[in-house]
């Protein structure tokens, strides 16, 4: 059994794209590697995307590890512009109502959940505890594939997962969701 400690990435700069943090996003993160360098963490992975990547670069300072990327822990839907925003604002929310809509520039909260939990399965074999930054929509979309929707905080199902919060799970159990503790 392998512990997951799965990262929301910093607060990021409100530009499309591949946007980095803001300076709050790196205080942020910079306390989420005070408490990751005391958790015995032997592995951190990031999603490709720039705000995750910065965010697992401080916890990888910290602990002396190197980041791994992975493409599995990508967001579900990243807006880069090819589309209005309200557009893309559509298409999110029909996937959050229909797990199986596909939106036009993304994957469906199934097929996330699904990538996300492969990636899981396979790093079962890291020695743990392992750390993985990624991101609100792709955590939300496991958590409600492992656990169901009525057993997801309301408050993630509408406002989305804060900024460095952590969600702990032993192999694929949820331990505890979204915590933002070590930040006060």
């Not at 743990?128 to 939300?140: A, S, W």
């Amino acid at each position: 059994m392998t512990v997951f400690y799965l990262v929301q990435h910093a607060e990021k700069e409100r530009q499309l794209g591949d946007p980095g943090l803001t300076e709050l996003g790196r205080r942020q993160a910079d306390r989420t590697a005070d408490w990751v360098e005391h958790a015995g963490v032997h592995a951190v992975f990031s999603s490709p995307l720039r705000r995750a990547r910065e965010t697992a670069w401080s916890i990888a300072s910290r602990t002396g590890l190197h980041v791994r990327e992975d493409s599995r822990l990508r967001e579900r839907m990243n807006w880069d512009g090819s589309q209005p925003m309200e557009d893309f604002l559509a298409d999110w929310a029909a996937s959050v109502k229909d797990r199986d809509f596909v939106p036009a520039s993304g994957d469906s909260s199934c097929d996330a959940a699904e990538r996300f939990r492969s990636c899981l399965v396979d790093l079962a074999k890291e020695p743990g505890p392992v750390v993985l930054v990624t991101h609100g929509g792709v955590t939300v979309d496991l958590l409600r594939t492992l656990i169901g929707d009525d057993a997801v905080p309301v408050t993630l199902m509408q406002h989305g997962v804060p900024s460095c919060a952590i969600t702990t799970l032993d192999d694929l159990s949820v331990v505890d969701i979204a915590s933002v503790e070590h930040l006060e």
